[in-house]
């Protein structure tokens, strides 16, 4: 698993450079003082994990993870503050490290990332869907989607929850968004935000801003209205 590092102290990077020598699975391939360059690489760049401070001088790291596009890497925080434990986790990060940062917990929270990252790759490596069902893991157990049941789909990081007719919970998967897109499009889905991929048959109604299924309102995307005609 590919990593890289941005943090303004450069010690805190050194400690990271050594930290993840320990660790077979990980591959170091960058470290940034500067938040431009980070991301002048991420945009050249696959990388796997993205391991980030959060009080840095041009650009807090929440606001850097915010404005990466929708497929970007999985994300640790590394900070002093703990008081921004709860706005790095709403943004679907892996985990949270505060300084200073011992070995051993480096090592779970790298470990804890290279076993997502394997799932992924697992679920990436889905068989296309030509049948109108197709099997999910969730909550422990295979459960059956009917793709002309599918009323939505919203992306929740690594996650996506599957809206169903006639269900009143959504099904929650391991699972890109843009997996499912490729796979869906033949079967008159559309994507409609960065985070929602819609039945195209089930649309109720539409405005601007936005599009109605199922009497729920969701953002319809600039860039993505011009495809619903």
Known sequence: MTLIALDDEPLALVLIEKFTREIPDLQ??????????AADFLNKNAVDLLLTDINMPDMSGLQFVRNLPDERPMVIFATAHKEHAHEGFDLDVVDYLVKPIALDRFKKSMQKAID???????????????????FVYSEYQQVKIIIPDILYIESMGDYVKIYLV????????????????????????RRIHRSFLINFNKLEAKQKAQV???????????????SLG
């Open 28 to 37: 170091l391939l960058a470290t940034f003082t500067d938040v431009a360059a």
């Open 116 to 134: 997502l990252h394997a799932m992924r790759q697992k679920a990436e490596n889905i068989v296309p869907i030509t049948m109108p069902h197709f």
């Open 166 to 189: 006639g269900m009143e919970r959504p099904v929650l998967t391991l699972e890109r968004l843009k997996n499912l897109t490729i796979q869906l499009e033949k079967h008159g889905f």
């Open 212 to 226: 109605r299924i199922a009497g729920v309102w969701l953002p319809l995307g600039d860039t993505y209205a011009a």
